[in-house]
Structures are given as C-alpha cells and as structure tokens.
Nanobody, 116 residues
C-alpha cells in the first residue's frame, strides 16, 4: 500500500526543538502541495502547515506560526517540519499528506511527546 512515511518524532523537554521529516514515492510526492497535520487521542486531525510543490510558497497556521517552519527538498522528495519552543500542547502524532488532504496516503505518523 502506498503511503507517506514520517520520522523524527520522540520525547523532548518543554522549550526544546524537533525536526520532522516526510518522504514517499516520487509518484505520490511530485508535483503536489504538501502539508503537515497532527492528531491527539479522541480529536480530529488538525492542519498545521503547507508548502507548494516547488517549495516556493508556504503557509503556517497562526497558532504555531512563530514556532514552526515547513520546508521541502524537491530533489530528494522530502518535506520537513521544524518545531521550536515546544510545549506539552504540541504532544501529538504528526502526519504528512498532500494539501489539501484529498488522497488517502496517510502513513503511521511520528509521535511527538513534550514532557519533562
């Protein structure tokens, strides 16, 4: 089954940083706009950030705009989400998919736990 693969999550202390990665087969990666999403237990998956297929245009949700950055390596079919000043409220499973998320290529996600 074709899906995206997220990595880079883990346990981090409050105030810390993580950089998540997302990759997938070229045929489902190019030339689509990509997004990062996160989900906590019992809640819907929330959109966080998007980046155009070329990497030239980005959008970050206001709630995390000052702390998260989305980038894209088009040569290596990888999208990144750099997260700074993490707090317990950022604890979630993080996913990538196209943006808007119209295709069912959801992967397993990567879990981020912010705790001291």
């Amino acid at each position: 089954q074709v899906h995206f693969v997220e990595s880079g999550g883990g346990l981090v202390q409050p105030g810390g940083s993580l950089k998540l990665s997302c990759t997938g087969p070229e045929n489902i990666f190019k030339p689509f706009d990509m997004g990062w999403y996160r989900q906590t237990p019992g809640n819907e998956r929330d959109f966080l950030a998007s980046i155009s297929w070329s990497g030239g245009t980005t959008f970050i949700r206001q709630a995390v705009k000052d702390r998260f950055t989305i980038t894209r390596d088009t040569a290596n079919d990888t999208v990144y989400l750099e997260m700074n000043s993490l707090s317990s409220g950022d604890t979630a499973v993080y996913y990538c998919n196209d943006y808007p998320a119209t295709r069912d290529y959801w992967g397993q996600g990567t879990k981020v736990t912010v705790s001291s």
